[in-house]
């Protein structure tokens, strides 16, 4: 759909509004970098990141909502953890993922190809699973609802192996 001549002045503005989002995106993690215990900054960037993910999937930029869905999952769960040692690894992954949602719009605006094979994802990938491995156990991969208990057991999905084979799929799809 993004490739159709007609649609080019849409994915022109999914392109502006994407920088201004990697903006957004790049701003809350420098400011957890700065403070790791601040796990909201966290949850809006899997706000943000997700505002991205729709509109890349309503344009079928496949490419761009995965890393997206990756994103917005690991910054949820993320959220959800005390272990500063571990978001101070998440932060590191959530920047190099921006860095590569980067590449692919400004490849997306020069109307280039967006395989994921272009970019070289190995060591990324090998992250991805490694905190793919530490969240397993962590049920909820939205936003928290203001006011409700967001331990663990609160979720909006019934099962948390629904959520764990979803981030199994996306990240078989890096190794296609």
């Known amino acids: 759909m993004y490739q159709d001549p007609s649609m080019k002045d849409i994915v022109d503005d999914f392109c502006r509004e994407g920088k201004k989002q990697i ?24 706000q943000v990141i997700d505002r991205m993910m729709g509109a890349a999937k309503s344009l079928e930029i496949q490419s761009v909502a995965i890393f997206c869905e990756l994103g917005k999952n690991i910054g949820y769960k993320a959220s959800q953890i005390n272990q500063e040692a571990l978001i101070s690894v998440v932060v590191a992954v959530l920047i190099d993922a921006v860095q590569i949602l980067e590449k692919l719009i400004l490849k997306l605006e020069k109307g280039e190809d967006l395989e994921l094979k272009e970019i070289s994802a190995t060591a990324f990938l090998t992250r991805l699973q490694w905190l793919n491995d530490k969240f397993k156990h962590i049920k909820r991969s939205s936003v928290a609802i203001e006011g409700s208990n967001s331990d663990y057991e609160t979720s909006n999905v019934s099962n948390v192996e629904d959520k764990q084979d979803l981030i199994d799929d996306i990240l078989k799809q890096f190794k296609k």
């Open 23 to 46: 903006d957004a995106l790049n701003d809350l993690l420098e400011n957890l970098e700065d403070d790791l215990s601040d796990k909201k900054q966290l949850e809006e960037f899997g």
